[in-house]
């Protein structure tokens, strides 16, 4: 039976300890011990798994964990995470002992679960169980497409393996049907998976909710399977791996046999390994038990030899970077291009491009749904910035992700830029992370904004990975109408708003659209979302000044003399405010509009320019077709919005019910004018 067995029995050992992997397992074990904290059962677990991929088959180069060619290696069950801190201090990483020792501990290296940026050789984050797999799938799929592009006769320089450890925990978390399920489509030969296939999870023995056929279901996604073998036998694991490496039109599974905190006499095979440290008596019998006579954290250089990857990681770039200096004497401009690519700058001419763009569409006078806007500022990006790669999830036609010429991404046909992902929106997210982690694109994924829920732990990652990874998210508020209230986002801007170093974007026309995807672009350290209308929207009129002042995320759109009250409005809801401006205009009454297409970004503008945005000592309104409690921090008095769920009905009548009308703007600033100003505080007039 693979998968999860429900028959486990321990597994004697064979006799041949492998002192590779006792070396690992000690360091797991000391380290958690040392920390009070942490998982010890994964690491000892899957240690000879560990030997057999990074001391057999891994290429890469410790000294340098950016060589592009490196294979890369995603720790799925992150919480194994001592068991990559190890491999990358035994291979030779600028990971030191002393970082071990401060496992779990403050500005250390070695953080609970990995965390990319931080630690050298640390490809993504992982904890979230199941999205390791997927950004492995990215970053498969990043291979596979930048290859395409860039390998000519002779010259294979993009040609490397993705390897992904994963658990029990992976594979039962449904985003692993939805990354699985792509994977075998693509048919990415190059993803390489193995399964700590271990039975236990934290709650015991997962035979009680964890019964799949895990190989017949990887078999139905077109995978590669094999297995299982004993994932504590390294020679078997290693043959495992070659075997995989030799498929060349699926991705491969390879089910690992293992037992959790194996080595550890009372507490192998249990639940009680997963997550406590074994404590100082079972430490003692663990090490009596594997004849590791050493010290906690000290390991004999002969085996500390033994597992070090400089000198043939080093030889290793060194052959790569003799093919690539070949390739750019035959191809200096496709080099030229692969190398700017993949550390992530933008085009040469972008900010010629940008201001292009947004001079074109800042003049444009045409009502249009800002998802149509997008596209068209898209159709004049794409071909200048060929690095994004797009994509929806089955909503291509309603995101208008696509633009003329991009070509279907698609197994064995070469050129595409825009992925069908199919209704998969977790999975889309999270392969885009690993896309984006990968180097030499930028992924961009469309779905409507309500369904960014099923996202939204992978936009987070990327906001704490710091990757820069695009969110088109359409059909952003009750404006879509009659598919009511399922699909009428209402709290998504305000609760995405929330999530640190994430830009989201709200703009009112054409001309704010465009601006928004130069500025997504321009991030090279975060991810952006962009909440775009179904609906048309008129153009506003603005000076030059004003089309660049968009870039601040919140300024003046219309001014007054002497204004008595401030009017601060987002996207769609801009057109309205502008409209009790003109009603206001005519009774007398001068009020600013302020348009804040990004708060965000308007949050990090120096204090200066946000006063003078805000205007200082008058009432300000804010109206957002969804929740208004946000809108205290702008020291509104009152926000017009949307406290609960939509209703199914045309769009425009839907605003009417919930009172998002100019005259309702108008109502609360001729009493707010009257009052001089001290009207106590309504979120809402719904
Ligand atoms: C999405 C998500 N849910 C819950 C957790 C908490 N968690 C961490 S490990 C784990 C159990 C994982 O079981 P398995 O992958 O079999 O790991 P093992 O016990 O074999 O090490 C859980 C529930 C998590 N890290 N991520
Ligand atoms: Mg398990």
Redesign the pocket.
């Known amino acids: 039976m693979a998968g999860s067995s429900t028959d486990r029995v321990l597994r004697p050992d064979n006799g041949q300890r492998n002192e590779l992997a006792d070396a690992l397992r000690a360091l797991a074990m000391d380290a958690v011990q040392q920390a009070n904290s942490g998982?010890p059962?994964?690491p000892m677990g899957m240690a000879e798994m560990a030997v057999a991929l990074w001391n057999g088959h891994l290429r890469h180069n410790p000294a340098n964990p950016k060589w592009p060619n490196r294979d890369r290696f995603v720790l799925s069950?992150g919480?194994?995470s001592m068991l990559l801190y190890a491999l990358l201090h035994m291979t030779g990483y600028d990971l030191p002992i002393e970082e071990l020792k401060r496992f779990r501990q403050l500005h250390s290296k070695t953080p609970g679960h990995p965390e990319v940026g931080l630690t050298p050789g640390v490809e993504t984050t992982t904890?979230?169980?199941?999205q390791g797999l997927a950004n492995a799938v990215g970053m498969a799929l990043a291979e596979r497409l930048l290859a395409d592009q860039f390998n000519r006769p002779g010259y294979d320089v993009v040609d490397h393996h993705t390897y992904v450890f994963l658990?029990?925990?992976?594979l039962m978390?449904g985003i692993s049907h939805e990354v699985s399920s792509l994977a075998g489509v693509w048919q990415l030969n190059k993803l390489i998976a193995l399964y700590?296939d271990?039975g236990?999870?934290?709650d015991g023995a997962?035979t009680h909710w964890f019964r799949d056929d895990t190989a017949g279901r990887f078999i139905a996604y077109g995978w590669n399977v094999i297995g299982p073998v004993d994932g504590h036998d390294v020679v078997e694991v290693g043959q495992a791996i070659a075997q995989a490496k030799a498929c060349a039109d699926k991705p491969s599974l390879i089910i690992c046999r293992t037992t959790?905190g194996k080595g550890s006499p009372n507490r192998a095979g249990t639940a009680k390994a997963?997550g406590e440290p074994l404590g100082g008596d079972e430490i003692r019998h663990t090490r009596d038990a594997l004849g590791w006579t050493h010290a906690p954290f000290e390991v004999p250089t002969s085996i500390a030899r033994r597992w070090n990857a400089r000198e043939l990681g080093a030889k290793r770039e060194a052959e790569w970077r003799r093919r690539f200096e070949a390739y750019r004497s035959e191809y200096p401009e496709l080099a030229a291009e692969f190398e700017r690519r993949i550390v992530g700058l933008l085009p040469a001419d972008f900010e010629e491009t940008m201001l292009s763009v947004m001079a074109r569409f800042g003049q444009s006078r045409e009502a249009v749904a800002t998802r149509k806007a997008s596209q068209q500022v898209l159709s004049l990006l794409a071909p200048k910035v060929p690095e994004l790669l797009g994509g929806s999830a089955d909503l291509t036609g309603s995101n208008l992700t696509d633009f003329p010429g991009c070509g279907a991404v698609r197994a064995g046909r070469s050129g595409g830029r825009h992925i069908n992902y199919g209704v998969r929106e977790f999975g889309m997210a999270a392969i885009m992370n690993g896309v984006a982690l990968h180097g030499g694109f930028i992924p961009y994924g469309g779905t409507f904004l309500t369904f960014s829920d099923y996202s939204r732990n992978a936009i987070r990652m990327a906001a704490l990975m710091k990757q820069r990874v695009i969110h088109i998210f359409t059909h952003d508020s009750i404006g879509l109408g009659e598919d009511g209230p399922t699909h009428q986002a209402v709290e998504h801007a305000a609760s995405l708003r929330l999530i640190p170093n994430l830009d989201v974007w709200r703009p009112c026309d054409a001309a704010e659209t465009a601006v928004a995807w130069t500025q997504a672009l321009a991030q090279s350290e975060r991810p952006s979302t962009l909440l775009l209308s179904r609906q048309n929207l008129p153009a506003q009129e603005r000076s030059p000044e004003q089309v660049l002042e968009i870039r601040r995320g919140g300024y003046v759109l219309s001014d007054r003399e002497n204004p008595v009250a401030v009017i601060l409005a987002t996207g769609s809801e801009v057109s309205l405010a502008m409209e009790a401006q003109r009603l206001l205009d005519a009774r007398g009454l001068s009020v600013r509009v302020v348009s804040l297409p990004s708060t965000t970004v308007f949050d990090r503008q120096d204090a200066a320019w946000r006063d003078a945005v805000l205007g200082h000592g008058l009432p300000r309104i804010g109206i957002e077709a969804g929740a208004t409690r946000w809108w205290g921090q702008y020291g509104c008095f009152a926000a017009l919005g949307v406290d609960q769920f939509g209703e199914s009905a045309p769009g425009p009548q839907v605003y009417t019910h919930f009172g998002l009308v100019a005259t309702n703007l108008v109502e609360l600033i001729e009493r707010c004018s009257t009052h001089n100003g001290a009207v106590s505080r309504v979120r809402t007039t719904d």
């Not at 904890?127 to 199941?130: A, E, I, S, V, Y």
């Not at 658990?167 to 992976?170: E, H």
Request: hydrophobic fraction near 30%; charged fraction near 15%.
């Open positions: 998982h059962g994964a069950n919480h194994a904890g979230p169980l199941g658990g029990d925990g992976c978390e700590d271990n236990i999870s934290i997962v959790i997963h």
